[in-house]
């Protein structure tokens, strides 16, 4: 005998490097209920104390390409011309048995091919305030080398230019209201989803992650863009 599936909600979340998205993930599914992360496959090498099976599944280069072969990728990239990455049908199985939705911290490329193949997950991109804010705090974490953060920059102004492709534009200026505004676009989403009259409180919650919507965005984002552009650019042509 067959129940009827829960069909899970898809979120996507992308950032360039250094956005602070894996602190706004990670207070994400510490404060939503039935939200499942998907852990990527990767072909990078462990950083810092990451463990295998908790950020990432760490796999070599032909474990992956087997993977690929099996059919086993929902969708697949290979980011910063180097790595490949990955994300598991399996995990959006797992979501849809338990009756849960899935959070996927994927890349453009990524997310445009989950697009294709979900059209209805709710993406959402993480941008820092601007270019300074960013340099500041890939230095700061001191993780990467003088190039490496130079490369990241430039990486980072290109990644920007994929904004139009998401539904939300979440600027992670200060943690606190990051946290509080991407908490209310996934419960906003399954409250518009759900179809029912709202509460005084949950049309709070909608309200607030109306705000972060694309439409909604527009002269913030100019700034930041204005901001990434090279010196002398003057945005014409
Ligand atoms: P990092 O190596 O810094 O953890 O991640 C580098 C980039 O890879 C980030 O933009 C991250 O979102 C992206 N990424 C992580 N997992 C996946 C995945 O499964 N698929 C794709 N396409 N990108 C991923």
Redesign the pocket.
Same mark, same amino acid.
């Given at each position: 005998m067959s129940y009827p599936a829960h069909k899970p909600i898809v979120y996507i979340i /992308?950032?360039p490097?250094g956005s602070g998205k894996s602190t706004l993930v990670n207070e994400l599914l510490k404060s939503v209920r039935d939200l499942d992360f998907s852990i /990527? %496959? +990767?072909t990078?090498a462990p950083r810092g104390n990451e463990t295998d099976g908790k950020q990432y599944y760490f796999v070599s280069r032909s474990e992956f390409e087997k993977m690929i072969r099996d059919g086993e990728f929902l969708?697949?990239?290979e980011?910063f011309e180097k790595d490949y %990455? @990955? +994300?598991a049908r399996r995990f959006l199985r797992e979501a849809e048995q338990k009756g849960h939705d899935l959070l996927l #911290?994927? #890349?453009v490329? @990524?997310a445009a091919q989950i697009q294709r193949k979900c059209p209805d997950a709710t993406s959402i991109f993480v941008l820092p305030p601007d270019r300074k804010t960013l340099e500041e705090r890939l230095r700061k974490r001191g993780e990467d080398r003088e190039e490496v953060i130079e490369h990241r920059l430039i990486a980072a102004r290109r990644e920007i230019q994929n904004y139009e492709r998401y539904n939300y534009i979440l600027v992670n200026d200060q943690l606190e209201d990051s946290i509080k505004a991407l908490r209310a676009i996934v419960r906003g989403e399954r409250l518009v989803r759900a179809g029912r009259p709202l509460s005084a409180e949950e049309a709070k919650t909608v309200a607030l992650a109306d705000r972060c919507r694309l439409v909604n965005m527009r002269d913030r984002l100019k700034s930041i863009l204005d901001s990434f552009k090279p010196p002398g650019d003057s945005g014409k042509g």
């Open positions: /992308s950032a490097s /990527s %496959y +990767t990078r969708e697949h990239a980011v %990455y @990955g +994300t #911290d994927i #890349d490329q @990524g």
